[in-house]
C-alpha cells in the first residue's frame, strides 16, 4: 500500500472533522439550552482553608516554589560545562539581564533593580504556563466516583485573577515612585514628569495630564496582564466545549474543538512569555523614568 | 416620541429584553474594540517587515520592540473585552 500524500492526509483530516461533527450531530442532536452551566464557575474562588486559601493562592504558591526551587537549584549547581537545563537558563538570564534591565535602565540602575525585574518576570512567567496545565482543581463541577466527590481538571491561572496582577503592579507603581524621590528629591521628581520645553502657564495642565497618565499606568499594566490571560483561557473553555456545553449541541464541541487547540499553542508560545516580558520591561522603563531628570 | 411608543409595546411583550441588549453591548463593543487594535498590530508589523527589508543588521533590535508594541496594542482590544464583561455581568 502507498502512502498517503500530503494532500490526501489533510483531506482525510477534514473529511473526519467535518463528518465526525455531523455524524455526532445526527446520533446526539441538540438537548437545548444548558441554564444548569455557568461558565463563570470556571473563576470562582471556593475558600479551601481557613485565612481565604483558595485556588488562586495555590497557584501563587506554586509559582513561587517553582520560581525559587528551580532558580536556586540551578544556582547551586553550576558546572563548567553545562547541560541543557543550565544553558536554558543561562540563556533566559542573559535575555533578562540584556534584554529587559540592561535595555532600559542605565548601568547601575540595572545592576541594582535587575533582581527585582527578573524575579517579576520568572514569577508571572511561572504563574502563566501553571494556567495551562490541567490540575485537578475545580470542584464547582465535581466528578462523582461511588459516593466520593473529585474535584475535575481545570485550567486556571492566578493572574486570571484581577486582584494578582493588581496587587502586583501597585507594587511597581509604589516602587518606582519611591525610587525616583528618593534619587532626585521630593520636588525635583514631581517637576521631572512635565516634558522639558513646556514654560509657564502650560506646565499645570501638562502636570495633571501627567498625573493621570500616572494613575492609568496601575490599571494599564494590570487589566493587560490580566485580560490576556483571562480571555486565553475563556477561548480555550468554549472552544474546548463550553460552547456545546452551554447551547446543548454535542457536534458543537467537535467542531470548534481544533480551534481549541491552536488557542491552547498561540497562549503557550507566545501570550504567556510576551505578557510576562512585558511586564517586566514595562517595570524596567518605569523604574528608568523615575530617576531620568525629565523625559 | 411617536418612535418611543412605537418600540414600547415590543419591550414590554418580551421580559428579557435587558439581558438581550447587554449580550448585544457585549458583542457590537468588544467587536468595535478589536478594529483599532487589529489595524495598529498590522501597522506593527507592517513597518517591521519595512524596517527589516530596509536594515536587516538592525533585525535584533527590531524584534524587541516590535514584541513590545505589539503587545502594548494587543491589550488594547482586551480593554474593550473587559469593560463588555463588565457591561454584561453588573
Request: glycine content about 10%; aromatic content about 12%.
Amino acid at each position: 500500500m502507498r502512502s498517503l500524500s500530503r494532500k490526501q492526509i489533510l483531506l482525510l483530516a477534514a473529511a473526519v472533522w467535518l463528518g465526525g461533527a455531523v455524524l455526532i450531530y445526527a446520533a446526539t442532536g441538540s438537548s437545548g439550552k444548558n441554564e444548569e452551566f455557568q461558565p463563570t464557575g470556571e473563576f470562582k474562588l471556593e475558600e479551601w482553608l481557613p485565612l481565604g486559601f483558595n485556588r488562586a493562592v495555590l497557584y501563587l504558591l506554586l509559582a513561587a516554589l517553582l520560581t525559587i526551587v528551580t532558580m536556586v537549584y540551578i544556582a547551586k549547581r553550576m558546572a563548567d560545562r553545562p547541560n541543557r537545563v543550565q544553558t536554558a537558563v543561562e540563556t533566559v538570564f542573559v535575555f533578562m539581564r540584556d534584554q529587559i534591565a540592561g535595555a532600559n535602565l542605565d548601568r547601575d540602575m540595572a545592576r541594582k533593580w535587575f533582581p527585582f525585574v527578573g524575579a517579576l518576570f520568572l514569577f508571572i512567567w511561572f504563574n502563566n504556563m501553571l494556567g495551562y496545565i490541567p490540575l485537578p482543581v475545580n470542584d464547582h463541577e465535581p466528578i462523582s466516583i461511588g459516593s466520593l466527590e473529585l474535584p475535575s481538571f481545570a485550567i486556571y491561572a492566578a493572574t486570571a485573577n484581577i486582584s494578582i496582577p493588581l496587587a502586583l503592579s501597585l507594587m511597581v507603581w509604589i516602587t518606582y515612585h519611591i525610587v525616583g524621590i528618593r534619587r532626585q528629591g521630593l520636588g525635583k521628581y514631581f517637576a521631572s514628569w512635565v516634558p522639558a520645553g513646556v514654560e509657564g502657564f502650560a506646565r499645570g495642565p501638562i502636570f495633571l495630564i501627567e498625573v493621570i497618565s500616572h494613575f492609568v499606568r496601575t490599571i494599564s499594566l494590570s487589566v493587560r496582564l490580566f485580560a490576556n490571560i483571562l480571555a486565553g483561557h475563556l477561548l480555550i473553555l468554549f472552544m474546548a466545549g463550553g460552547l456545546g456545553v452551554i447551547l446543548g449541541v454535542a457536534a458543537l464541541g467537535w467542531f470548534t474543538l481544533p480551534a481549541a487547540v491552536l488557542f491552547f499553542l498561540f497562549e503557550v508560545g507566545l501570550v504567556a512569555t510576551l505578557q510576562a516580558f512585558i511586564f517586566a520591561t514595562l517595570t524596567a522603563i518605569y523604574l528608568g523614568g523615575a530617576v531620568a531628570a525629565e523625559h | 416620541m411617536d418612535l418611543l411608543a412605537l418600540f414600547l409595546p415590543l419591550a414590554q411583550t418580551s421580559g428579557d429584553v435587558e439581558s438581550g441588549l447587554k449580550a448585544i453591548a457585549l458583542g457590537v463593543g468588544a467587536g468595535l474594540g478589536t478594529i483599532g487594535p487589529g489595524i495598529g498590530v498590522g501597522y506593527i508589523f507592517g513597518k517591521v517587515i519595512e524596517s527589516v527589508t530596509r536594515q536587516p543588521e538592525m533585525r535584533d533590535e527590531i524584534t524587541s520592540i516590535q514584541w513590545l508594541g505589539f503587545a502594548l496594542t494587543e491589550a488594547i482590544v482586551f480593554y474593550a473585552f473587559i469593560f463588555g464583561l463588565i457591561a454584561f455581568f453588573l
